[in-house]
């Protein structure tokens, strides 16, 4: 007869008991995919500089011409001037465009080689953008922080859709953090029905992968981003190659305001 009150046999190993904050979470559940997913930690730069090595290449976002969205709302008069922060920006398109308009613009990004490709871009338009290469969503504090203050409108054209979901919980700390009272929240992301993938967020982690991004409904958008109000969400206009801006439609364009508060 077995005694249940014995001591297992013991492997030798010490068992790892070192989840103790939110951000441990965070990253034991970015653990769960297989490295080749990864498109949101410094682990994925390697990905996105592979993407943005060859510039000549057919890719809708290399184009150097702004999201026709971020133009319609400073010509309806919706933008304020200020800070600006272009998360994931990516060859720095909406970044020269901001700084066009008198923002003093931070931009952000995973990878070196589209950081650099950025800079080149700048650096001919004679335009003053403060490059970071790093993890916007690290608080200044901790390793890799890259962003400190608050700013007057974050726009992210393209970096929400390549998370992870648990990392919609960084995002939202993130955009705590750094959006002023008042500031305002731009974004594009993939339509569901057009583009990305519309498993349920739990299937992920059990295929280890995203399948190329997420897609987004209206409903969610407007639920994930609850304490904000919104100012203006539609599908991005279909933009024709000689028009002057990016346009795609398989995108949700969304504005939204941080309310000052009491």
């Keep these: 007869m077995s005694n249940e009150s014995e001591v297992p046999e013991q492997s030798g190993r010490q068992p790892a008991r070192n989840i103790r904050t939110v951000e441990d979470v965070l990253g034991l559940l970015d653990g769960l995919f297989a490295p080749e997913a990864d498109r949101w930690t410094a682990g994925g730069a390697a990905w996105w500089d592979g993407f943005y090595a060859h510039r000549d290449r057919s890719v809708p976002f290399f184009v150097a011409k702004p999201d026709e969205n971020l133009v319609s709302y400073h010509d309806r008069g919706l933008l304020p001037g200020g800070r600006a922060l272009d998360l994931g920006c990516g060859p720095g398109r909406n970044a020269l465009y901001l700084a066009s308009l008198g923002f003093e613009v931070d931009a952000v990004d995973l990878s070196p080689a589209a950081v650099a490709w950025a800079e080149e871009r700048a650096r001919a338009a004679g335009a003053a953008i403060r490059f970071h290469c790093?993890?916007?969503?690290?608080?200044?504090?901790?390793?890799?922080?890259?962003?400190?203050?608050?700013?007057?409108?974050?726009?992210?054209?393209?970096?929400?859709?390549?998370?992870?979901?648990?990392?919609?919980?960084?995002?939202?700390?993130?955009?705590?953090?750094?959006?002023?009272?008042?500031?305002?929240?731009?974004?594009?992301?993939?339509?569901?029905?057009?583009?990305?993938?519309?498993?349920?967020?739990?299937?992920?982690?059990?295929?280890?992968g995203l399948h190329g991004g997420l897609a987004y409904t209206p409903e969610s958008l407007r639920t994930l981003?609850?304490?904000?109000?919104?100012?203006?969400?539609?599908?991005?206009?279909?933009?024709?190659?000689?028009?002057?801006?990016?346009?795609?439609p398989f995108l949700w364009t969304a504005l939204f305001r941080r309310e000052v508060g009491p």
């Design 225 to 248: 981003f609850t304490g904000l109000t919104e100012v203006d969400l539609r599908r991005m206009h279909d933009e024709p190659p000689e028009s002057s801006y990016f346009g795609e």
């Design 134 to 208: 790093g993890n916007a969503f690290a608080a200044p504090t901790d390793p890799g922080g890259v962003l400190d203050g608050r700013y007057d409108l974050i726009y992210d054209s393209g970096c929400f859709h390549h998370l992870p979901p648990h990392r919609r919980i960084s995002y939202l700390a993130l955009l705590e953090r750094a959006l002023a009272p008042g500031g305002f929240f731009g974004l594009t992301c993939f339509a569901a029905g057009a583009m990305g993938s519309e498993l349920p967020d739990a299937d992920f982690y059990r295929g280890s």
